[in-house]
């Protein structure tokens, strides 16, 4: 391993007296990615110079209104420190933003979770949505304060410019992007998530109620997903059989997106369901109907949807945050697509 000789390490410690332990990094490791502002390395420039921009702006507006007041010469140099300071707060601020949202953490967390959104199609590689992920989450930094419908328009405007290499039109693509930017918001906890349900109420909510609420509804889920696995390991039409296990795979899927959503608030997500939760959601009896036939199970598979539906139409009175809402408005609308085709099912077998 290379060493430095002793006029190199004469001159380092030359260099960095009276600096701070991170700007010492910095000079040791020149691609530490130094902050502009503070020498501090692993910084974020773009958050920063946002930051600097906006907080320069109002450090101008500041001075102004400051040297006006005083009617003196002071004014043009308050001008001028106002502006300089306001940059730098301004820098800090941004900087913090920035680091709210670490890029490598995001890229990781949607890798791994992105396949079970229901606007991906199966088999599309990451890298198709990835570039989508990334515009919401930083379209989310450079727009603080507000939600992502107001913005909407102009950042589909823009979209091309930040695609990458993905081929998804914006049509597509918002739907990820307004997942990122969700993801960002709810943690932050500023309350500029999307809002964009029609129909039901989107007030605030305290967070442990929300949580309840979520948590009911995905013990629910993994009631139905139990359900249906268990009727379509006893089904002997190959064709319900198959439906049957599309069924439990979407309520595995819309579970594990409503315990991400729990998570973001901060709190535990329920896991499973229960036998006692069961003897309450409709799937009672299935352990004695899967002795009596395809009739019998679709009997106790469409009662279990009816409480599924019920679940889901008292979330959707209940005051969910404006992200969550939107989530379980767009279950709700397939959980009762599947509950009427298991009760076709069930009425076709009995004609």
């Known amino acids: ?46 958050g920063t110079g946002v930051g600097a921009l906006a907080g320069g702006a109002a450090g101008v507006g500041g001075a102004i209104a400051a040297g006006a007041a005083m009617g003196t010469v002071a004014g043009p140099v308050g001008t001028a420190i106002g502006a300089v300071a306001g940059a730098v707060v301004g820098g800090l601020i941004g ?18 979770n992105y396949a079970s959104r229901n606007y991906v199609k199966p088999g599309t590689s990451y890298d198709e949505y990835g570039p989508a992920y990334q515009y919401g989450w930083e379209s989310r930094s450079r727009h603080q304060g507000k939600n992502f419908t107001e913005v909407e328009s102009e950042l589909g405007r823009e979209w091309n410019r930040a695609k990458q290499n993905s081929s998804l039109g914006w049509e597509h693509a918002k739907l990820a992007a307004r997942d990122s930017w969700d993801r960002v918001s709810s943690r932050a906890g500023t309350g500029t998530a999307s809002t964009t349900t029609v129909g039901y109420n989107t007030g605030s909510a305290s967070a442990s109620n929300a949580t309840s609420e979520v948590n009911d509804l995905i013990e629910t889920l993994k009631d139905g997903q139990n359900g249906f696995q268990d009727a379509s390991h006893n089904l002997q039409d190959p064709s319900i059989k198959a439906q049957f296990m599309e069924f439990a795979k979407q309520r595995a899927r819309f579970a594990a997106e409503l315990q991400t959503a729990v998570m973001q608030m901060g709190h535990t997500p329920e896991n499973s369901g229960s036998a006692t939760a069961a003897m309450h959601r409709g799937w009672i009896n299935l352990k004695n109907a899967l002795g009596g036939g395809d009739q019998s199970i679709l009997n106790e598979a469409e009662r279990g949807e009816d409480v599924a539906v019920r679940a ?19 279950q709700f609308t397939e959980v009762k697509q599947a509950h009427d085709q298991v009760r076709n099912l069930r009425d076709a077998r009995r004609s």
Do not use: C
Not at 12 to 36: E, L, M, W
Not at 312 to 330: C, D, H, W
């Open 95 to 112: 900087k913090e933003v920035a680091e709210d949202v670490n890029p490598s953490v995001e890229h990781e967390y949607w890798r791994n």
């Open 312 to 330: 889901y139409q008292k979330a959707l009175q209940a005051q969910l945050p404006g992200n969550i809402m939107s989530i379980v408005q767009r």
């Open 1 to 46: 391993m290379a060493t430095n000789s002793p006029d190199t390490e004469r001159d380092f410690r030359t260099s960095n007296v009276g600096r701070t332990d991170d700007q010492r990094d910095v000079s040791r490791n020149p691609d530490a990615n130094p902050d502009p502002i503070t020498g501090a390395p692993r910084s974020h420039p773009v």
